[in-house]
């Protein structure tokens, strides 16, 4: 992952290599939460039956 910063001001993260076996969504300010929320939402989707991706968080040294 690389994170791309624009003249504009706002930033994404780009996929540098393809056909990788992980997905990485690291906390960011702009999308507070977003790890927490997908893996609840995911955990909520197995709960009703749904099939899912193996999924799980990952607590990052900075917290």
């Known amino acids: 992952m ?6 504009c001001g706002l930033s ?4 540098v290599g393809l056909h990788g076996d992980y997905i ?3 906390p ?10 997908e893996d ?9 039956k749904i099939k899912t991706a193996r999924h799980s968080l990952i607590r ?3 917290g």
Do not use: F, G, Q
């Open 40 to 48: 609840l939402t995911m955990h909520l989707a197995e709960w009703v």
């Open 12 to 15: 994404r993260l780009t996929i």
């Open 28 to 37: 960011s300010a702009e999308y507070t939460e977003l790890p927490e929320n």
């Open 24 to 26: 990485l969504k690291p």
């Open 2 to 7: 690389d994170l791309e910063k624009h003249k």
């Open 60 to 62: 990052l040294r900075s």
